[in-house]
C-alpha cells in the first residue's frame, strides 16, 4: 500500500481543486503577483506526488480561468501561459516517473498556437502512463463549457442529425470538453472564499465542497491530508434519502 494510504477508509476518487490567493500570498510578502504562481507551481508538484501516493486516480486543477484569459493585464497571463510552458517541460520527467497522464480542459482552441503544441505534445508523451491523471483547466470556464456543448447540440439539431427530444442529460455530457471524466467526489479551494468560481459547474453537482484557509503557495501536504479526514465524514447521497432519515427530510443533497 502506498505510504498514507491506509490512513483514510474511503478515498476520493477525483479531486478537484480551486489554487486560489497566489497573487495575494505574493503581495502580502511584497512581491510580484507572478511570484506566487511560481510557488504555486512548486505546490501543485508536492500536491501531484501526494496524491499519488494516496491512490487518488484523478486530479483536476483549475489554473487558468476564461475570466483570468480575458480580465488580467497581458502580462500577467503571459507569464502564465510561459510559466506552464516550463512546468510542463520541466516536470515531464517526474510525472513520467510518478505514472502521471497529463489532460487540459478548457477553450484550448484560443491559446496561441506555440502554447497548444506543448499540450499536445505532453499528452501524447504521457498518455500511456496509468497512475493517476493530472487534468489542467487552462482557458477553462463552466459556463462555457456548458455554452460550447449547447452550441454543438444547436448544430446537431440544425442539421438533422439530432433529434431534440432526444437530448437529455447524457448527450449534454458526452459534449462536454471530457466526456469520459469521472465527477469530481471532492473540490477543494484555498484561500478562504466561499464559492465555486465557474469552476466543473455540470460535473460537481454533487461533489463535497471543501475550503481550506492557507493559500494555494502555503497549501502543505497536512492541508490535503485534513480535506481527506473531513471527507471521510461526509454522507453522500446524491439526492436520495440517507440511511438514518425519515422520507419527509425535504433535503436535496
Ligand atoms: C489564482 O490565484 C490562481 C491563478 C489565477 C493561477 C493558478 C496557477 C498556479 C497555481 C500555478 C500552476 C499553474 C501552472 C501554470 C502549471 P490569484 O492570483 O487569483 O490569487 P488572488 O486571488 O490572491 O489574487
Redesign the pocket.
Known sequence: MSPGADQFSVLPRHIAFI???????ARQRGFA?TH??EK??E??RTITRRCVDLGVEEMT?????TE?FRRRPDDEIDF?LD??AR?LSKESDELDELGVRLKFIGRIEELPPGCRADLERSVRSSSANEKMTLR?AINYGGRCEIVDAARQIAREVAGGTLDPAKVDEKEIESRLYEPMMPDPDLVIRT?GDLRISNFLLWQSSYSELYFAPS??PDFTTADLDRALEAYQERERRFGSIGVDESSDSGDRG
Open positions: 489554487m486560489d490567493g497566489n497573487g495575494r500570498w503577483r506566487g504562481h504555486g507551481v505546490v501543485l486543477c483549475f489554473a487558468l480561468s483570468n502564465l510559466l506552464l512546468y489542467l484561500a493559500s494555494w
